[in-house]
């Protein structure tokens, strides 16, 4: 499972950095994805509109996501030894600072953009790109393995959360959970491991190319392209659910403690997902397990739809199903998806452009559905654009897999990718 990359530094070395990347994300994913508890819990406390309080969700997305490019730089000058220490520290700083605020400009500051900074840091798009450099075969479960993370953490940390503000409120809940990130730094500087320079290194004979030449090439294929609209598309429909699902559950008579379940019921299954369909990819192609999972979060999107009209709990048991299987599992597919594409030293800037798609859609999405709430009174056309998302997605990501990244370059005679020997 290690491949040739992981032999190199040792079997015990490789699943320690395949431990740490599972472990960061499912603590800083984990707290990002219990915001609609806090969400629940501001509103009530600060009097904002929804919009208004689900832009500071939607400034986290967009920092998170637009700042692809620069931390796979980061991540390239500094090893990810360094620059995942960095984001812990960034990411507790953040929720701090974010438990004092007394004004609504300083909730986005703290928490939109400090807090945002050390989550894009510590974000999947990070370690898909250290986890793609070490492992060359089964990439697709192996980075299941590690974004299953994301899913368990917050199947874990939604009680645990939840719990946290009934007894010390918003704001002392934020204060504990610093505690729980600044933890991190432990693991992250005793076992996180830097790719080795030969993985880095171009070909005898070869010329360096600098990461920014090699984007502009990345940018002139569809392949590209196709990846960042497939983000842009999932992360649209996905975050203008995620954030507002426990808000919906309660204003449809369900109680907090059933919304609080709902949200951890979503987590543990998106944990079984990345696994499921990370494996499919492996076995079967990103194309199936892409279609398979898209098409589960169109049917969770619809059982919410459905409630707008009728709520009923076996709706809701039917959305943690359907919804927490296909969240979040179709970002290990298009990591290897990309990996197989734009495989090479500079796969880390690359890849961080790929996912601005994601940041701008999961930026929009959560204001976009407040919005919505605001001017209808309703939740319905929300869920309604998130089944399409989901549908729509399969076409771009089939789209992607068709499409030539650099191996049409290299037809052309272009090589910008000057991939190594590990490749």
């Known amino acids: 499972m290690t491949g040739a990359a992981g032999k190199r530094m040792g079997p015990a070395a490789a699943r320690a950095v395949l431990a740490v990347s599972f472990l960061n ?65 960034a990411l507790a700083a953040g929720l701090a600072a974010t438990a004092r605020i007394a004004s609504g400009p300083g909730l986005y500051w703290t928490y939109g953009v400090l807090a945002a900074v050390g989550l894009a840091a510590l974000g999947w798009s990070v370690h898909g790109a250290v986890l793609t450099s070490w492992f060359r075969h089964h990439r697709g479960t192996v980075t299941a393995v590690a974004f299953s993370g994301q899913g368990l953490g917050a199947m874990a940390m939604a009680p645990v959360v939840q719990w946290l503000i009934q007894s010390l409120g918003w704001r002392g809940a934020l204060m504990a959970l610093s505690g729980l990130v600044a933890a991190l730094i432990v693991p992250n500087v005793g076992l996180m491991r830097d790719p080795p320079r030969s993985q880095a290194a171009p070909e005898p004979g070869q010329p360096a ?67 499921l369909f990370g494996w499919v990819s492996d076995r079967w192609g990103h194309v199936t397990s892409a279609a398979a999972s898209s098409v589960l979060s169109a049917l969770g999107a619809a059982a919410m739809l459905v409630m ?50 994601h940041g701008m859609g999961g930026s929009v999405g959560p204001w976009i559905a407040g919005w919505l709430f605001d001017v209808t009174g309703t939740y319905r056309w929300v869920f309604a654009y998130a089944v399409f998302t989901a549908l729509f997605s399969i076409r771009l990501i089939s789209a992607a897999e068709r499409s030539p990244g650099f191996a049409g370059l290299r037809v052309a005679g272009l090589d910008p990718a000057q991939d190594g020997p590990g490749r």
């Open 25 to 89: 994300l499912a603590v800083s994913q984990g707290i990002h994805q219990s915001f609609p508890l806090f969400y629940v819990s501001m509103l009530d406390d600060l009097g904002w509109s929804r919009a208004a309080t689900a832009g500071v969700f939607s400034l986290s997305m967009l920092i998170i996501g637009s700042s692809g490019p620069l931390v796979g730089y980061g991540l390239q000058a500094l090893g990810a030894r360094r620059w995942l220490a960095a984001g812990v520290l």
């Open 209 to 275: 190319t600098g990461p920014w030449q090699a984007l502009k090439h990345a940018l002139g294929t569809g392949a590209f392209w196709y990846g960042f609209s497939a983000f842009f598309f999932v992360a649209l429909g996905m975050f203008s659910m995620v954030p507002h699902q426990a808000a919906f559950l309660v204003d449809s008579g369900f109680s907090p403690a059933v919304a609080a379940t709902a949200v951890a019921a979503v987590g543990f299954l998106s944990f079984s997902g990345r696994l």
């Open 308 to 357: 707008t009209f009728r709520p009923h709990g076996a709706l809701v048991a039917l959305y943690a199903l359907c919804f927490g299987l296909g969240f979040g599992s179709r970002a290990p597919v298009l990591a290897s998806l990309a990996a197989e594409k734009f495989s090479g030293p500079n796969f880390g800037v690359i890849f961080g452009a790929m996912t601005l798609g």
